[in-house]
């Protein structure tokens, strides 16, 4: 498993060439952040699929963030952040959406936002603004438990794939004994 995977991340002496990076390099080049065993890589899941859920394009830096501090592998947790893209950002936000409404008991349904006029610009503007507010509440605490979810289910399918691919792993070595 780990060959695999390291087909799809950098090498380390790519890293260190490069100019933009030199001054992290003190903390960029610990180690267990470039290590790849059972529980970097399911750290780095888990650290990827809560950072993916992170709005605009702060998801890499909050994924870079989380592997320096829990020190898990870096370049997997990165990676894992691109399961949300254009295709896939709106029905995310819509579930977390639809998961914190149902938490916080909100019955009212899909508000719609107000459609654009041109015309009245300082109006629809206004009316944005109150339907952005409205909508905060449910999305923020969805956001928030669907990461979790999403995180924790990572990690322990990571954990399991990753011992059941050992064992297995152990098992064809012993029938060839």
């Known amino acids: 498993m780990r060959r695999y995977l390291k087909k799809f991340l950098p090498d380390h002496e790519a890293i260190r060439a490069n100019p933009w990076l030199r001054p992290f390099q003190s903390s960029l080049f610990h180690p267990r952040l470039w290590h790849l065993n059972r529980h970097s890589a399911a750290g780095a899941v888990a650290i990827g699929l809560f950072c993916g859920l992170i709005p605009g394009p ?25 399961y949300t893209n254009p295709f896939t950002i709106v029905p995310l936000y819509l579930l977390a959406y639809q998961l914190g409404r149902l938490l916080i008991g909100d019955n009212t349904g899909f508000v719609a936002p107000p459609e654009f006029g041109a015309t009245s610009f300082g109006n629809w503007t206004d009316a944005m603004r109150i339907w952005m507010l409205g909508v905060s509440m449910p999305l923020g ?3 928030v438990t669907l990461a979790c979810a999403l995180s924790l289910v990572g990690y322990l399918a990571t954990r399991v794939a990753w011992r059941i691919y050992l064992v297995h792993a152990w098992r064809r070595r012993q029938r060839r004994c």
Do not use: C, E, S, Y
């Open 58 to 82: 702060l998801q890499m830096i909050g994924a870079a963030i989380g592997a320096l501090v829990f020190r898990v592998n870096l370049p997997l947790g990165l990676l894992v952040t691109l």
């Open 141 to 143: 605490v969805g956001l």
